[in-house]
């Protein structure tokens, strides 16, 4: 039941010149399943990811993370499977992440270094790589410029909804596009992994800002979410620019044309990861968690997160009970080791709950129960100590996760 | 639905000489509960305690430390109201704590200053000092040594059965008592707060070693503990020693005495805490963490943590899903920063299900399948890097956690 998110109108996903994308069904874990997708892109196209912390983290990651290594002006192609993780498969899953660049990179007439790889799904089985190899010619046939909502279904594996958003933005008198895709519902789902995100962007934008622009964009985007709290072995946020876009070439992300482009793709991002919370593993509420007035944003960022993995926060929000003790006790065992509890704040979109660290007198059940039954909420916690601030989002924790990850593999 | 554990035998909680206990239904939070306890200590007994790390510390905890502050020696009597945490209640939380203790310092003929109060209950609202204090002299007349077991209901909140245990050592050829209560479900329930343990003994040990004694049976036992990683704001274990036992002072727990003291100690705050986690919230399953050769014990623990936190892994546990390529993610996330994960073993209970990070070829998922069906299980990570280890108790995560958890106060 994903909270305030729609399947995305294929009409509304413009095409980014110089990227084609071509899915089908190579019957990885299940027959007549959209499982294999891959992402053409031109020669001369610049390519830059952030991945998963997990040091455990899964063989498609390692070969991505060697490929990028060779500067990502290369790439030509990303391959993604779903059905299985690869994860947790020690050297067989290496070579078996190795042979399906190598089988793409062959059909394509290109280095098996010029393809990136991404699996998501049971973690600890054998890749069916045979199978893999044997879906290529379809989806290489099926190709084209105008499929990102094809390619957003072919990348789910038990979300609810495909998830891709779009703008379009002008830079020095050019249009410029931008256009991802996302998927995920917990950070590891019981059958199926990963967080998957890819935004590829026909700007002008010198090749060595990419590694800054991906991780800022991650920063205010992917790695401001949580669903569970549980980190994949496999977690990916790519960044493709084609550099197609009539525009002189963005030289400085400071400049007028680099703020633009940097404002859409953080746009694009938040879009993005958004919609995985909103679809979160039996997600009925949208929660975002502001933490302001810390030292740093590092601490801001422990209460935030010490809020939105709290399981008894979580299940309170699936009930709509006001029981914000529970968001207190949560900021108290955040970490932040001199935090003085009779400074704090809490509201509750409008409502003002604890002044000082303890309930206001002003303060009516009523008012934050009529709060709490809303499907989107704003938890705002004012630590009073600096000028820091950070936003999480998070959703809610509810019977059906528990039926979700709780069901045997099937 | 406790795991392997059955309410207390009142005949198996010996007495012990300088304790008496008295409890009364005071009508805190609901009628006809008993929520009022007295625990009476003869003059010349020595107290220690151990209390929560939450920032967000309850008002009674607050009053707790500065009491021990003054040594120790001098406490009379310990003070325990269930149906309200008294946390979250700023400046007016901290006067109703005082006036508790005055109350039952003017019944006693003490001072304020020689008791320790203690809360349970629900966050954030008003202690209501007044029942307090109306219901002490029925607390008071009820006193008597043998009445274990009555405390040991009478501080539970939610939990579904009382937690004892009890033990008999010779020290120095005379027989000494240890006896313990603890509650606690969740580390903070929908309406309950609160991991509460206390245990006493009447071996005559030296006052001084009291801190020391209680940290460490602290870290052995309650330490290690977790149900949903959520820590409380008025979690407390306290140990106290009325020195009536006759044989010679024990100055050193290094001593033959002092070992034996120091295990029946730690065992009976072990079986205490695993109590806690048999009759956790929703429990069906009890998980042994054991996480061994690490570089260091902290780094064993990030693990141990990582693992008996995951939602993920502790749903898998619920399904009897042998889903275990969870278990390597968490570790994956833990925290570990140089961690190889071609170095990890897996087992479960006897079963070997990973090694050099990757699935065994040899294992079969209907081995898996075997252990995971199990009401008690052993998980046992090795990081192969090193000699230290540790171990964590906690349970499965289900449905009715959701239920127990999302339930309106009422």
Chains 1, 2 share one sequence.
Not at 97 to 102: K, N, V, Y
Not at 229 to 250: C, E, P, Q, W, Y
């Amino acid at each position: 039941m994903p909270v305030n998110l729609q399947a995305p109108d294929p009409a509304s996903l413009h095409a980014v010149p110089g990227v084609r994308l071509g899915v089908t069904m190579a019957g990885i874990r299940k027959a007549n399943r959209r499982d294999l997708s891959v992402i053409e892109l031109a020669p001369g196209s610049s390519v830059a990811g952030v991945f998963t912390a997990n040091r455990f983290c899964a063989a498609p990651v390692q070969v991505c993370r060697e490929h990028l290594a060779l500067g990502g002006n290369e790439i030509r192609a990303i391959l993604v499977n779903t059905g299985n993780a690869n994860a947790g498969t020690g050297e067989d899953g290496l070579a078996r992440a190795r042979q399906s660049c190598q089988a793409l990179a062959g059909a394509m007439g290109v280095k098996p270094a010029q393809i990136l790889p991404f699996s998501t799904g049971v973690i600890m089985e054998t890749l069916p790589v045979d199978r893999i190899v044997a879906g290529l010619p379809a989806a290489i046939a099926a190709l084209k410029a105008d499929n990102w909502a094809e390619a957003a279904a072919g990348i789910m594996t038990t979300d609810t909804l495909p998830k891709a958003a779009s703008r379009q933005v002008q830079i020095g008198g050019a249009t410029v596009t931008l256009t991802g895709i996302s998927k995920g519902a917990g950070m590891i789902r019981p059958n199926m992994a990963t967080m998957l995100g890819y935004v590829a962007t026909d700007a002008n934008v010198a090749p060595g800002l990419l590694q800054a622009l991906v991780k800022e964009a991650a920063d205010a985007s992917f790695n401001r979410i949580t669903i569970d709290g549980d980190t994949s072995t496999n977690d990916s946020f790519v960044l493709i620019a084609t550099h197609k876009a009539a525009h002189a070439r963005i030289d400085s992300l400071d400049s007028a044309e680099g703020q633009v482009l940097r404002k859409a793709l953080i746009e694009v991002s938040q879009q993005l990861a958004q919609a995985i919370v909103r679809d979160g593993e039996g997600a009925t509420k949208f929660i975002s968690v502001v933490v302001e007035g810390g030292k740093t944003e590092e601490e801001c960022k422990l209460a935030a997160y010490a809020i939105a993995h709290s399981p008894l926060v979580k299940t309170a929000f699936f009930a709509s009970d006001p029981n914000l003790g529970r968001i207190l006790a949560a900021v108290g065992y955040a970490g932040i080791a001199d935090l003085d509890q009779t400074l704090i704040d809490l509201h509750l979109d409008d409502v003002h709950v604890v002044t000082k660290g303890g309930r206001r007198p002003e303060y009516r059940e009523e008012d934050g129960q009529r709060v709490m039954k809303q499907a989107e909420i704003t938890v705002r916690v004012g630590l009073n100590r600096g000028t820091a601030t950070t936003t999480v989002w998070t959703c809610d924790f509810s019977h059906e996760y528990v039926t979700i990850n709780a069901d045997y593999r099937s």
